[in-house]
């Protein structure tokens, strides 16, 4: 008895630290799975929050004038392609969360930006329906991103596009934007911007839809 007594007071340190990682292990067992929603959230978070702070600049006159974007960039995986400004790539934001689930035809998550711009895009099979309002609900974060509520609905190529503008809280620097949702195939897109200046936004889109394709 007092070898054995002897043995566990000698191990006690291990003891306690493989008792600890048991603990740990079931009460993350126990956690429930975050919904797709505030996994988007959390991504979008983490992604803004490692953008660099520009330079401030003073203006010349109360309004700025639009920031000029190039678009002479072009994102082509998961047999899609769409526009981007040749200043910033897209990365695959679902990889980063999690490494063995990345990005796919079926769905995914991709994120762009520098100093002055913010640019997220996603996509998912589409549920039995042409109307791409659902996405455009999920990509707005209703506690960072306000919408205005005046959605622009037209036909592009046959594809089923809406488009509204945006203010937010996300950044500073960035409070303005846009969000847009369009059917192509099998999938519904869904598309955001965060910009300086309002008058930025809407011709960032059209230029990135001008230039998206998808394999039906």
Not at 15 to 35: D, N
Not at 53 to 62: I, Y
Not at 100 to 109: A, I, N, R, T, V
Request: negative net charge; hydrophobic residues 45%.
């Amino acid at each position: 008895m007092f070898s054995i007594i002897f043995r566990m007071k000698n191990k006690t340190p291990l003891f306690l630290t493989l008792c600890l990682l048991l603990f740990l292990s079931t009460s993350c067992s126990r956690t429930s799975t975050p919904s797709p929603e505030l996994q988007i959230q959390q991504a979008v978070a983490a992604t803004i929050a490692a953008m660099p702070v520009p330079t401030a600049v003073p203006f010349s006159t109360p309004f700025p004038s639009p920031t000029p974007f190039s678009l002479a960039g072009l994102f082509c995986e998961y047999q899609f392609c769409i526009g981007h400004p040749i200043d910033v790539a897209f990365f695959d934001v679902s990889a980063q969360q999690n490494p063995s689930s990345p990005s796919s035809y079926s769905q995914g998550l991709l994120a762009a930006f520098n100093a002055s711009l913010f640019i997220q895009a996603m996509w998912q099979i589409s549920p039995g329906t042409a109307d791409p309002n659902f996405l455009l609900d999920t990509i707005v974060d209703e506690q960072i991103d306000t919408a205005s509520g005046t959605r622009d609905v037209f036909l592009v190529r046959d594809m089923n596009v809406i488009y509204d503008s945006i203010t937010t809280i996300a950044t500073p620097a960035l409070p303005f934007g846009g969000v847009a949702a369009w059917t192509c195939g099998d999938r519904v897109f869904a598309w955001k911007v965060y910009v300086p200046n309002a008058e930025s936004a809407r011709p960032l889109f059209d230029e990135a839809l001008a230039r998206f394709r998808c394999e039906r």
